[in-house]
């Protein structure tokens, strides 16, 4: 174990920028057996923490309210919502984009941070692509059921059917059935395949047979021969350069629903990149907001350290700049193009009747971050939580700011109109929330939260035992393994 | 029932009340019975009428057996299930009968249409007209005679009421009166006569809340006896309105309608010209080229001034008699009154015998005197306005004979009143209170479509059967023999007034049928009646039945009364303010009297101007409302005569300075489940002195607000909202002066400022018929017309309020209303504004931009260029409606069609789908018409006429604003107004080439008249 | 005959075992035994450790051309899939444009390709590694269940032709002094 200063607090202090002195990515006197340790006994403990039961009992509730609301929305009609003409869309699709934006963090930290070598990643990659799962899944909740006619929602996908009709592949909404779900699926692919050895960990350590079983099953009999991790690593590799340019695309599809439209303030070609911002913005924000309770609750100080969190607070720094920068781009636009409807649409955001929605948006997303310009807020854990939930609110809200004031306002002054929720959509949008948590709080209790593997992989320990080489832990380990013997 | 109580009241009916029959009505018709539900018996009777519609076809109907009914089309040789017929009949409203044509389907009528014989509709047909179909459908009706006494109802039968009546009328008519409606039936009047005769102590009073008896009177006073004024437009180059509005309410609206749009097209030599001064705006108003916002009380004195100028300064000769006419200038207003008088004056004068002066019918008789002589001293008499003689010379005027009837009563005189229709109760003057007077009465029979308030408290209720259940006839307003056939069984068992009056007479013939032949047989000639009789019932009007006008000459005696009556107004006219505003009541457009309150296409029809539905409000203008501390949408409490009310107030521009206006007809409390509590009764407050303007309301603001469903954005917005679209209106709705127009025909393009459309890909070509519509904005009146045609023609559904506040309203074709003002002001500086109107559809894009949006391919382009919409494909992801730049598609966000009741289903038109949730819908240009004469035209392999196929809208416009056809034929009417230099297509800046075109709106303002704001904004595009 | 019996008695075995506890050691010791020339052999470690596959000589996978030619399937089914439906089964016209554009069908068919690809790396991994191989018989070894832990192991099987109980046991004892441990073939 490389150098340690051994007084309580600042030991966990891994967030020096001396370029002497490569910061270490695991902190505390840790070797291979205490992270499995650590990890495991998350898994292994007997109950899981109060706190635990206490945050299932009410997102499991809420998950019930979602699935009450969606019968009665199945069994009333559309017209249970705030919905109207001209406001077709509303909390429905708002929600939608929100929890797909939070899906992009996971992949995006365990395929592009992984291709450019941010070996920090492997404490929170795990973590994050969890999170993506969940929130896809919530998001996948609300185009079924957005639909005047739910039962016939399958006609969306290109089924041989009676009436010997084919979808419109025309239609932005297609894309995104495609994007959406290849999105999903490559998604718990990567997830899953990265956890085969952890759960062969999980396994090799059961106690009940139970547990020996079912963790047996979902590891696939991996015996961590190391001619199974050379196409393993060669597998991981590949998923992550597909995965890459699919977590830009599918945001950039998802903004293509509004951009192909001709509607002012939807028509607007720098939706795809200030989308896949926003929602690299937002996935980072969710990611905060959940790991640091997280890494409180289950001890995983030494693991998920301050530096990770720093690191993230800095990614939503850069990223809430180019979201601040696409706002202003907007107008910009309107204004240099000089088109009536366009120019007003933008007015009518910042000083219509939606203006305090586009207020709350730009607080809370383009000036809340700029706190993160100073290290003091950065690597301070409560300042750090409560700016990323309020950055949550503002992608929340930069969404209603797209989808509802554009439309409430287009072309004909004569069929303007001003959209209100019903308490079915808000109580829909909060049960969203819930079944996000039970998930969540499900995985954290059944699966290693951790990627032990890897995170072994980056430790002092991993390397030739070396003079030079101490301390080095983030430097070496280059996945191909090209490195030869002598 | 109390059956024990029953014989010791009832001698004559004792045995009645315990023979089987009797029971067995009670049994069948018990008042908590299943409404919507049809008696068995009913859906037999009218497969029946299906079988008299066949009569020609030499079946014979199992009733009736003489009783022929001839469709209009054609004389159906072996009729097909299935294939719909046309049967020309009329509805009579307020003493006019209204010629019309039926469709019917299977022995089902399912939409009226204009009659192209009749005078008054020349084939168009007023929303009203169009929407009593729903109403002889309405699950609500009366169906059942009903007995009063001491509190307890007995169910009867017609029967009974014969043997009843009988017993109660047989004398000499000793303390009988009949309060009948105006009715311009020949059967009535005969029957009336008879009556009389044989009942001489008899009294026959005539009353209807909305009339045009001050016009009526008017002539009497200027020509010595009553006539009827018929104004003529298609010559007219001046047209001064004073609060009189011809393209709404007179009984010849669609004929004038028609006029005025000729008179007002470029291509004629008319070049009319209108000016009105009213107080409120009126769809006359909205057409002006010069509109005055004067307090109703003013318009007498504004008539003065005219004459006095006209005298005076253009020495225009009066009748001696009148001459006193031109001495009266009344006390002059502010500039912009004098400065309209001036013009007007100037051009009357300078248009002898091409002008016309209207008074409307809330006038004073002394005003429409004068007008009369104005037009008789500037030869417009006989050219521009003719004169017919009343046909009831001796009838007094219905506030006269409402009063005496009272009186009678009043004086224990009526013992029997017969009430023929008509719900006093709820609609006579409030100082009569009739409603305690008619109990009073001993015995009152109330013959009516529904329960109403009067049948509540009159001892005897009687069902009436709907127009299009009974046989009948009437007059044209110019006095054309007009039939009523009846399309079907009567639903609910009722009978019609004539029938009611044969049994009170007690001498037949008792069947409406016989009575309208037997009627007509005395006016018809000796030659073949039954030929005669089966060509007018096939045309529904006897040609050329028309009365000859006569030729008017002013009555000094009458004038000089006259004189008096202006003086006195003019002393009242001062100019009202804040202490003592003007409440104007007007009759409204929707449910005209309050008889139409329980009909839901009427109750959710947007006003014309302030596009509200399922309400009426108090009308302010902005600056009153400041002044009289009023927020708009706020409930205030109005008194006057002793009666308070409390309703909502909407502020519009346009509305003369402290003048207050209320729609009446409102506040129904018997008029059934859908007209039951909306909006406020204003009957509460019309008095016999005041019956139209009420000179010093208590106006009270209350605080409470009150959310009107309004279908359009309320002119008063945010101001960033109000700056926009007073940018765009200039561009969506083009506005030329005629004279700017003649002098360069492409001023209205000047407005185009987008580059060319050029698409990425290689335009489709579009080959054969290519269908297309165009809408002059020049000739809609916003009448709304177009609207009812297409919910009936398309089985559109009734929302309700609630929806229609939560913008889910769905009609497929809206009436676009634009203030225009002057964009340098403010929101609240408004006070004055133009209206333009916008009738607004489906534009069917050729590049819809719905279509590529929509996942399933629910809706995609035929080829003939319709932009369909496939109702058993749509998911409803309402992605289209988002994408659609006019926002015409409509969503069924519930299934609105779930509690529809069996008899309101069988008005649904069998060609169209009817739309369940979840569902997108939208305009078709009507595809199943086109599909039936494309049909027809292969059947017989001919090429399809142009004008064969009109839509709904275009069928029913008044003003013929509408055209239809095809583009790829080049001599077709549509090609032809696609070539027109007005021709321009909205937002055609987003290439998406709709396939509707507008042609622009042409104002003909007097040199150096203000031209309109927004006027030539052509560079409202670059500005933000 | 000989070599026969010898066979027989240890038809058994499946092969030997041997644990490390430092990443060096275990490097140099898989360095000796590839340069023995065994084939059928294995390194055993709870994650990566770079420069063991040099180390053991593993050959390139050829996974990456499996997934390539995924790809090329999946991005062709996704333009044939566009164009078949809405171009050649059942044409309509939309929004007067053409039938077969592909701009239109770019989406759709990226996202296919990426479908494609992405199923076939993780099923060719699978495919290409054995797995799941729910039972294997190093799990009978205690010790091995540290293999997913913190300790690193070399198997050599039986079935490899250089294997010969004794020599391959002296060759193994001479790279570490932990004990090398017999693991029994399942029966």
Known sequence: ?486 | MNRESGPRYWRSLDELARTPEFQEAVQREFPDDEWDRLPPATRRQFLKVMGASMAFAGLTACRWPAEKIVPFAHRPDGRTPGVPERFATSMELGGAALGMVVTSYDGRPIKAEGNSLHPDSLGALTAIAQADILQLYDPERSRRLLYRESGQEFVKSWEDFTIFVGERCAHDGEGISVLAEASSSPAVSRLRDRFLAARPQARWYEYEPISRDNEREGTRLAFGKALRVHPHLEGARVVACLDADPLFDHPATLRLARETAGARSPESETRSRLYVGESTYSLTGARADHRLAVASGRVPSLLAQVAHLLAAAHSIELPDAAAGFAGIAGSPGDEREARFVEMLAADLAAHHGSGVILVGPRQAPAVHALAAVLNQALGNAGTTVTYTADPEPERPSHMAAITELAARIRADEVQNLVILGGNPVYNAPADLRFGELLEKVRYSFHLSLYEDETSKLSTWHLPAAHGLEAWGDGRAWDGTYTLRQPLIEPLYGGRTAIEVLALVLGEAPFSGHEIVRAVMRESAPAVDFEEFWRRALRDGVVQGSAWDAVEPIPDPSGLTVALDGMRILLEAGSPPNAQRPELVLVVDARVHDGRFANNGWLQELPDAITKITWDNALLVSPSTAREMGIADGEIVEVEANGASVELPACVVPGQARFSLTVALGYGRTAAGQVGNGVGADLYRMRTTGAPHQLSQPKVRPTGRRYRLAVTQDHFAIDTIGFNARNLRVADLVREATLDAYLADPEIIHHHDHHPPLISLWKDQVFEGEQWGMSIDLSSCIGCNACIVACQAENNIPVVGREQVLNQREMHWIRLDRYFKTDPSLAPDEVEDAEVVFQPMTCVQCENAPCEQVCPVAATQHTTDGLNAMVYNRCIGTRYCSNNCPFKVRRFNFFNYHKDLKDTTQMQFNPEVTVRSRGVMEKCTFCVQRIQAVRIAASNDNRPIADGEITPACAQTCPSQAIRFGNLNDPSSEVSRLREDPRSYATLAELNIRPRLHYLARLKNPAEGAPTSFGEGDAHGKESV | ?187
Request: with cysteine; hydrophobic share 50%; aromatic share 16%.
């Open chain 3, 1 to 187: 005959m000989q070599s026969s019996e010898s066979a027989r008695e240890e038809a058994a075995l499946y092969g030997y075992l041997i644990e490390f506890d430092k990443v060096d050691e275990l490097l140099a010791a898989a360095a000796k035994v590839r340069d023995a020339g065994f084939t059928r052999w294995d390194a055993h470690t709870p994650f990566v450790i770079h420069g063991l596959d040099a180390a053991m000589g593993v050959k390139k996978t050829v996974l990456p051309y499996i997934v390539f030619l995924a790809g090329l399937t999946g991005a062709a089914a996704g333009i044939l899939l566009q164009w078949f439906t809405n171009a050649f089964d059942y044409p309509f016209l939309i929004s007067g444009k053409p039938l077969f554009s592909l701009p239109a069908n770019i989406p759709v068919a990226f996202e296919t390709t990426i479908l494609f690809a992405a199923i076939s790396a993780l099923v060719g991994m699978f495919a290409l590694n054995g797995l799941p191989q729910l039972f294997h018989p190093l799990f009978r070894n205690r010790s091995f269940k540290r293999a997913t832990d913190d300790r690193f192991f070399i198997s050599i099987e039986a079935a490899d032709p250089l294997f010969d109980a004794t020599t391959t046991r002296r060759l193994l004892e001479s790279i570490s002094d932990q004990p090398v441990e017999k693991i029994e073939e399942g029966e």
């Open chain 1, 1 to 486: 174990m490389s150098t340690t200063t051994i007084d309580g607090m600042s030991y966990l202090d891994n967030t020096g920028d001396d370029p002497r002195e490569r910061a270490r990515l695991i902190v505390g006197d840790n070797d291979f057996a205490s992270i499995t340790n650590t990890v495991c006994g998350v898994v292994e403990r007997p109950k899981p923490p109060k706190i635990w039961w206490v945050i299932f009992a009410i997102s499991s509730s809420l998950t019930l309210v979602l699935l009450a609301m969606i019968a009665y929305l199945v069994t009333n009609g559309i017209g249970v919502w705030g919905l109207q003409i001209p406001v077709g869309w509303g909390y429905a699709i708002v929600n939608f984009v929100f929890w797909v934006g939070i899906g992009h963090a996971g992949t995006l930290i365990s395929a592009i941070l992984f291709l450019l070598r941010q070996r920090w990643r492997t404490s929170i990659n795990r973590f994050a692509e969890g999170m993506t799962i969940f929130a896809v899944i919530c998001a996948g909740v609300f185009p079924g059921i957005h639909v005047g006619r739910i039962w016939f929602a399958y006609w969306l996908a290109p089924i041989p059917n009676q009436m010997s009709m084919w979808p419109n592949f025309r239609s932005p909404l297609l894309w995104d059935v495609f994007a959406v779900g290849t999105y999903a699926t490559v998604s718990l692919l990567f997830w899953y395949m990265g956890m085969i050895p952890d759960l062969a960990t999980l396994r090799d350590r059961a106690k009940t047979k139970v547990r020996w079983f079912f963790y047996g099953v979902l590891s696939l009999g991996w015996r961590s021969s190391n001619r199974h991790w050379h196409r393993f690593e060669m597998a991981y590799l590949l998923l992550a350069a597909l995965a890459t340019p699919l977590v830009l695309s599918v945001h950039s599809v998802v903004s293509f629903d509004f951009a192909v439209s001709i509607m002012p303030g939807w028509h607007t070609t720098i939706f795809p990149p200030y989308f896949v911002a926003g929602a690299i913005f937002s996935g980072f924000a969710m990611v905060v907001t959940l790991v640091i309770p997280t890494r409180k609750i289950f001890g995983l100080e030494e693991i998920i350290t301050l530096r990770h969190l720093e690191n993230m607070a800095k990614i939503m720094l850069a990223t809430a700049m180019m979201v601040g920068l696409a706002y202003s781009t907007e107008f910009f636009m309107a204004w240099y193009s000089g088109n009536q409807y366009e120019a007003f649409t933008f007015m009518n955001r910042a000083f219509g009747p939606y203006a305090w929605a586009y207020w709350t948006m730009v607080t809370c997303n383009v000036l809340v971050p700029q706190l993160f310009w100073f290290k003091k807020l950065r690597t301070n854990i409560v300042a750090l939580w409560i700016a990323s939930v309020l950055i949550n609110v503002g992608m929340w809200f930069e969404r209603f700011v797209i989808v509802v004031s554009s439309l409430s306002r287009d072309y004909l002054p004569t069929s303007w109109g001003y959209y209100r929720p019903s308490i079915v959509d808000i109580l829909t949008f909060l049960g969203s929330f819930g079944l996000f948590f039970t998930l969540f709080l499900l995985f954290v209790r059944f699966l290693p939260i951790v990627g032990m593997a890897e995170v072994k992989g980056v430790m002092p320990q991993a390397h030739l035992d070396r003079p030079g080489h101490r301390g080095h832990g983030d430097y070496h380990g280059d996945i191909a393994g090209t490195e030869v013997v002598s």
